[in-house]
């Protein structure tokens, strides 16, 4: 976003003495906007996060195992959905109109 607001300052003429420097700009940004730069985060479903908490809460090695084993179990399914999705739209897109792929979060 710097590059941006360098870029921007470049067309209207701006001279660099008048422009910010990075660290402040990133300081104005962060403390006055209050907004923070950061990785983009992955969504997850609610049974992923579920299960993650569950297995660093298990008491117990038997408990953590048996969360591990659904966890896999899950996991493996999501592939196998994300396999047949996959799929559907190339064979969707192979008969060009005389199929669609309807995809929904739920």
Avoid at 14 to 40: C, G, M, T, V
Avoid at 82 to 100: P, Q, S
């Amino acid at each position: 976003m710097y590059m941006l607001y360098l870029t921007n300052c470049s067309e209207n003429d701006i001279p660099k003495s008048k422009q910010a420097k990075e660290w402040l700009y990133r300081k104005i940004f962060n403390e006055d906007f209050n907004l923070s730069f950061h990785p983009l985060y992955n969504d997850t479903c609610d049974d992923c996060d579920h299960l993650m908490i569950q297995e660093k809460d298990c008491g117990s090695v038997e408990e953590r195992d048996e969360t591990i084993k659904q966890k896999v179990i899950h996991l493996d399914e999501a592939n196998l959905r994300y396999n047949i999705k996959r799929d559907d739209k190339k064979l969707a897109k192979e008969r060009l109109g005389k199929e669609n792929v309807l995809t929904v979060d739920m």
